[in-house]
RNA sequence: GCCGGCGUAGCUCAGUCGGUAGAGCAGGGCUUUCGUAAAGCUCAGGUCGCGGGUUCGAGUCCCAUCGCCGGCUCCA
């Protein structure tokens, strides 16, 4: 008879088959009503699960001591909300069908096929909140029952919903024997769902929910399939949690790059120049020269040489490469020669034929570069290579340019046209691991100067199974086994994603999250036999024979373009003093003093510093209150007694006092001393040890 | 590309039932000369994304188009 092992190692002991409610029960009344769920074996399990054998129980509840709630609780909980939203929308719009319904980060979803002529909105949330809150209110239990494989698919084809029965075959075909039901109330009375669960016992047990948004997905994720409306949900354990979490939502669209962006002038889209095309306005343009200048130096460091090729090259070159192919799709069209078009039009040739025509080859153009790397190759083999020379490292600003759908534009995380800190390194096999080693180490100095902790690491490999990819498997299993290593070396984790690979070769990539959550790929550094091989690129060997050389391309930074945009919302707009637009204003108090403010602002223009005077007519209060919403690192308030003394009245940004009045030229001498240490020295440490920024 | 939503002054937004387009901030001018997060007064600023349609009359209703937002799909 089961033996159940709590987390404090506490056994206790029935007599028979016991649910985890009856566990919970025998250990105390207030626990019994606190209970969602528990961990049984480490599976989370309905609190009406029976258990019969000996196990290991772990209760959930809503909240812990401190109030928090644990993911296994607000997995229950937003499972749960799901199911009531549902049917609250079932009940609102009686020819909506179920699909699927999961918790996601923060909340839920419920995928539904929804009937064209009358199609959800925002409109309709409040209506559906209201028919939940009342689901909720009426607090019915969920009830769990099951049916055989067959039983269940012969009940599903007379409800006629061909999602369910897809998602009921899928179950049986992953090895189920069973299939599942959730029913709000008794099962038959009402409405129920093909569910695995778990689920909170009760809709009353949902402690505070919203809907958040509408939007739509494919069935299957498949853009040829049947196009379905998924609304967005969040549920939390009480209406705390919801207000904190809808707060942090709020913060966030504060911090977005694209809001900051367009408040502090660091980037401008504009309709007339076309989507995804960024035009860098001065302080947008300082950051990224900081950027640049930033890495090159680390790139004369490391032996790289700095190139420079054009936008443009011929198609036979990327069809000599295999992008012209491979992304015909995702390219701005080829541009193609007067004399030939004009051929083609006598000709009355269609599009179609244009197409298979520049295809083959029959047909010449340019295209505006999608990558970097054919033409960095061209200039690899523009010359005789002796392994003496390798490796061989060529570094480029390269501006490319992709046809990304219109729906994936966005900000500046994602363009159409954008600067990689690109580099192709052609080397001998036995030098790519090292040559691995030194790009990482790269990538690291870049994310430690910036404080970006937290990105995690992809290794990206081919899939199996998929025709994309170029080359023979003996060479993926070498680069796959060189990026493996490579990410094994960062010393953090790393997941190996097969289907992630580039085209050409495996990959290692640095992704890190937006304000929203979204994921971006910023860094990137991938393994290629590929290109040498289709360029037929070679050296000579010290055995006097041609070899073939390894490429990998590697841009730390990713793009400028997306790495400012994550920039900005990394910082909040309040760069570092090195990377700020602006780093130091000057505030004369009065008219009196605007001339030694033009003083000082000499004095820093002198060192190189990217300062303004803000000789407005307006009072202190309000000039500190500009400066602090520009986000300038140091204001420097200037009156007569600062100009008696020759000092400056210090105030930093994040600290909402004044630090108090220095030497002029002590602030100058320590402010120089930030900039080029990039941080690792301040005006604040140095002079006024004490002071920390505020929140 | 797909589904849904949204485009009004430089920015953030209001605009009722279809009846002469509004506010705050920013900007210009004047007054004030001030010691750390908004001094006061005043002026200017608009083809309501663009194009059609319905109507006596359209910011408002309809169609189309461009752009943006959310998600899906894609991402060399």
């Given at each position: 008879?089961?033996?159940?092992?709590?987390?404090?190692?506490?056994?206790?002991?029935?007599?028979?088959?016991?649910?985890?409610?009856?566990?919970?029960?025998?250990?105390?009344?207030?626990?019994?009503?606190?209970?969602?769920?528990?961990?049984?074996?480490?599976?989370?399990?309905?609190?009406?699960?029976?258990?019969?054998?000996?196990?290991?129980?772990?209760?959930?509840?809503?909240?812990?001591?401190?109030?928090?709630?644990?993911?296994?609780?607000?997995?229950?909980?937003?499972?749960?909300?799901?199911?009531?939203?549902?049917?609250?929308?079932?009940?609102?719009?009686?020819?909506?069908?179920?699909?699927?319904?999961?918790?996601?980060?923060?909340?839920?979803?419920?995928?539904?096929?929804?009937?064209?002529?009358?199609?959800?909105?925002?409109?309709?949330?409040?209506?559906?909140?209201?028919?939940?809150?009342?689901?909720?209110?009426?607090?019915?239990?969920?009830?769990?029952?099951?049916?055989?494989?067959?039983?269940?698919?012969?009940?599903?084809?007379?409800?006629?919903?061909?999602?369910?029965?897809?998602?009921?075959?899928?179950?049986?075909?992953?090895?189920?024997?069973?299939?599942?039901?959730?029913?709000?109330?008794?099962?038959?009375?009402?409405?129920?769902?093909?569910?695995?669960?778990?689920?909170?016992?009760?809709?009353?047990?949902?402690?505070?929910?919203?809907?958040?948004?509408?939007?739509?997905?494919?069935?299957?994720?498949?853009?040829?399939?049947?196009?379905?409306?998924?609304?967005?949900?969040?549920?939390?354990?009480?209406?705390?949690?919801?207000?904190?979490?809808?707060?942090?939502?709020?913060?966030?669209?504060?911090?977005?790059?694209?809001?900051?962006?367009?408040?502090?002038?660091?980037?401008?889209?504009?309709?007339?120049?076309?989507?995804?095309?960024?035009?860098?306005?001065?302080?947008?343009?300082?950051?990224?020269?900081?950027?640049?200048?930033?890495?090159?130096?680390?790139?004369?460091?490391?032996?790289?040489?700095?190139?420079?090729?054009?936008?443009i090259g011929k198609l036979?070159l990327y069809?000599?490469?295999?992008?012209f192919?491979?992304?015909?799709?995702?390219q701005y069209?080829p541009m193609?020669?007067?004399?030939?078009?004009?051929?083609?039009?006598?000709?009355?040739?269609?599009?179609?034929?244009?197409?298979?025509?520049?295809?083959?080859?029959?047909?010449?153009g340019y295209l505006l570069k999608p990558?970097?790397?054919?033409?960095?190759?061209?200039?690899?083999?523009?010359?005789?290579?002796?392994?003496?020379?390798?490796?061989?490292?060529?570094?480029?600003?390269?501006?490319?340019?992709?046809?990304?759908?219109?729906?994936?534009?966005?900000?500046?995380?994602?363009?159409?046209?954008?600067?990689?800190?690109?580099?192709?390194?052609?080397?001998?096999?036995?030098?790519?691991?090292?040559?691995?080693?030194?790009?990482?180490?790269?990538?690291?100095?870049?994310?430690?100067?910036?404080?970006?902790?937290?990105?995690?690491?992809?290794?990206?490999?081919?899939?199996?199974?998929?025709?994309?990819?170029?080359?023979?498997?003996?060479?993926?299993?070498?680069?796959?086994?060189?990026?493996?290593?490579?990410?094994?070396?960062?010393?953090?984790?790393?997941?190996?994603?097969?289907?992630?690979?580039?085209?050409?070769?495996?990959?290692?990539?640095?992704?890190?999250?937006?304000?929203?959550?979204?994921?971006?790929?910023?860094?990137?550094?991938?393994?290629?036999?590929?290109?040498?091989?289709?360029?037929?690129?070679?050296?000579?060997?010290?055995?006097?024979?041609?070899?073939?050389?390894?490429?990998?391309?590697?841009?730390?930074?990713?793009?400028?373009?997306?790495?400012?945009?994550?920039?900005?919302?990394?910082?909040?707009?309040?760069?570092?003093?090195?990377?700020?637009?602006?780093?130091?204003?000057?505030?004369?108090?009065?008219?009196?003093?605007?001339?030694?403010?033009?003083?000082?602002?000499?004095?820093?223009?002198?060192?190189?510093?990217?300062?303004?005077?803000?000789?407005?007519?307006?009072?202190?209060?309000?000039?500190?209150?500009?400066?602090?919403?520009?986000?300038?690192?140091?204001?420097?308030?200037?009156?007569?007694?600062?100009?008696?003394?020759?000092?400056?009245?210090?105030?930093?940004?994040?600290?909402?006092?004044?630090?108090?009045?220095?030497?002029?030229?002590?602030?100058?001498?320590?402010?120089?001393?930030?900039?080029?240490?990039?941080?690792?020295?301040?005006?604040?440490?140095?002079?006024?040890?004490?002071?920390?920024?505020?929140?």
């Open positions: 008879m089961p033996k159940i092992t709590l987390p404090d190692g506490a056994v206790l002991s029935f007599d028979e088959p016991i649910t985890v409610a009856d566990v919970a029960a025998s250990i105390g009344p207030r626990l019994a009503k606190a209970t969602l769920g528990a961990r049984v074996n480490g599976e989370l399990r309905d609190a009406g699960a029976t258990i019969a054998q000996d196990a290991t129980v772990e209760l959930v509840t809503a909240r812990d001591k401190a109030g928090r709630s644990s993911a296994d609780a607000l997995y229950l909980i937003r499972h749960s909300c799901a199911h009531v939203m549902a049917e609250a929308i079932q009940r609102l719009f009686p020819g909506v069908q179920l699909v699927y319904g999961p918790p996601v980060d923060n909340g839920f979803y419920y995928d539904l096929a929804v009937p064209p002529e009358r199609p959800l909105a925002a409109g309709d949330f409040s209506a559906i909140e209201q028919e939940m809150a009342a689901i909720i209110a009426a607090d019915r239990p969920f009830t769990r029952y099951e049916l055989p494989g067959a039983a269940g698919l012969t009940k599903l084809a007379q409800e006629g919903s061909k999602y369910k029965i897809d998602n009921a075959e899928r179950a049986i075909a992953g090895g189920s024997q069973t299939l599942s039901w959730y029913a709000t109330g008794a099962p038959g009375s009402g409405f129920e769902d093909l569910c695995q669960g778990p689920h909170v016992p009760s809709t009353g047990r949902i402690g505070a929910f919203k809907v958040m948004s509408i939007a739509a997905s494919y069935w299957h994720g498949d853009a040829a399939s049947d196009s379905l409306t998924r609304v967005y949900g969040t549920a939390w354990a009480d209406k705390e949690q919801l207000d904190a979490h809808l707060r942090q939502l709020e913060e966030a669209k504060l911090r977005d790059h694209r809001v900051l962006g367009k408040q502090l002038h660091l980037f401008v889209l504009d309709d007339l120049v076309g989507p995804g095309l960024v035009l860098w306005p001065p302080h947008g343009a300082i950051l990224r020269r900081e950027l640049e200048e930033f890495i090159r130096a680390e790139l004369t460091k490391q032996g790289y040489q700095q190139v420079y090729t054009p936008h036979d069809r000599t490469s295999g992008h192919p491979y992304y015909q799709d995702s069209p193609i020669l007067h004399e030939q078009l004009q051929a083609l039009a006598t000709e009355g040739a269609s599009c179609a034929e244009l197409a298979n025509r520049l295809h083959s080859g029959a047909v010449e990558m970097n790397c054919p033409h960095h190759i061209r200039i690899y083999a523009s010359q005789q290579r002796s392994y003496r020379d390798l490796p061989v490292r060529l570094a480029e600003f390269g501006t490319v340019y992709r046809w990304e759908q219109s729906g994936e534009i966005n900000g500046m995380v994602r363009v159409r046209g954008f600067t990689q800190d690109d580099a192709h390194l052609f080397c001998r096999e036995d030098q790519a691991a090292a040559e691995m080693r030194g790009c990482l180490k790269l990538v690291r100095h870049i994310f430690d100067t910036l404080g970006m902790a937290d990105f995690r690491v992809r290794v990206g490999l081919r899939n199996p199974d998929s025709s994309k990819y170029v080359g023979v498997p003996e060479d993926w299993d070498r680069a796959e086994a060189v990026c493996r290593e490579g990410a094994a070396s960062l010393g953090r984790p790393f997941t190996e994603e097969p289907g992630e690979a580039a085209f050409y070769g495996p990959k290692i990539d640095f992704i890190v999250r937006d304000v929203i959550g979204r994921e971006w790929q910023l860094g990137t550094i991938q393994v290629d036999y590929n290109l040498p091989e289709r360029f037929d690129l070679g050296y000579i060997g010290a055995d006097n024979q041609w070899h073939r050389p390894v490429m990998i391309h590697r841009a730390p930074f990713g793009a400028f373009e997306r790495f400012v945009g994550v920039l900005i919302e990394h910082f909040s707009g309040s760069f570092p003093t090195w990377l700020a637009p602006e780093q130091v204003r000057v505030m004369p108090i009065s008219e009196k003093t605007t001339e030694y403010g033009a003083r000082v602002l000499e004095r820093l223009a002198a060192m190189g510093a990217r300062a303004q005077v803000d000789d407005s007519n307006n009072r202190i209060q309000a000039k500190v209150r500009a400066a602090a919403e520009a986000r300038v690192p140091y204001m420097l308030v200037v009156g007569p007694r600062d100009e008696e003394a020759e000092t400056v009245s210090v105030r930093a940004r994040g600290i909402r006092s004044d630090l108090g009045a220095i030497p002029l030229a002590a602030f100058l001498g320590s402010l120089a001393e930030e900039i080029r240490t990039r941080g690792a020295v301040t005006v604040l440490g140095h002079h006024f040890p004490g002071a920390g920024a505020e929140a």
